[in-house]
């Protein structure tokens, strides 16, 4: 899977979540690449670290299972969930891209509709 605008990490960080849980396995034979414009994001994403008010709204068992407490009162991202997931930097419009697929699933949507009509179709064509 591609999650092509991860900015700060919670798409392919709950992609992974969502596989472990469906293979029901914590190494399931698949990976998650994360790619974003903005390489600062992308360092501060895979750090793994999350605010409480960002999991306020995910269920208890689910929190326990995939985020573990930090000294500073945050939560960290589970290893089992890390290693699924690996970042890098991209621009969509630029040539040539630095992954290669092919790839299941690529999601794009949140980066789409910022770029114009002529760009938009261009980079989902190289994406198909």
Request: hydrophobic share 50%; proline share 7%; glycine share 4%.
């Amino acid at each position: 899977m591609w999650s092509a605008a991860a900015a700060s990490g919670e798409e392919p960080y709950s992609l992974a979540m969502a596989l472990i849980e469906a293979f029901r396995r914590d190494d399931p034979p698949v990976s998650v690449l994360a790619t974003d414009i903005n390489a600062d994001a992308l360092a501060i994403a895979e750090e793994g670290a999350s605010a409480e008010r960002t999991l306020q709204d995910m269920a208890p068992a689910r929190r326990e299972r995939f985020f573990h407490r930090t000294a500073t009162g945050g939560w960290s991202v589970a290893p089992a969930v890390r290693r699924l997931v690996e970042f890098r930097p991209l621009n969509l419009v630029d040539e040539p891209w630095p992954v290669a697929g092919p790839f299941e699933v690529i999601f794009c949507r949140n980066v789409l509709m910022y770029l114009e009509t002529t760009r938009r179709y261009a980079v989902l064509e190289r994406m198909a």
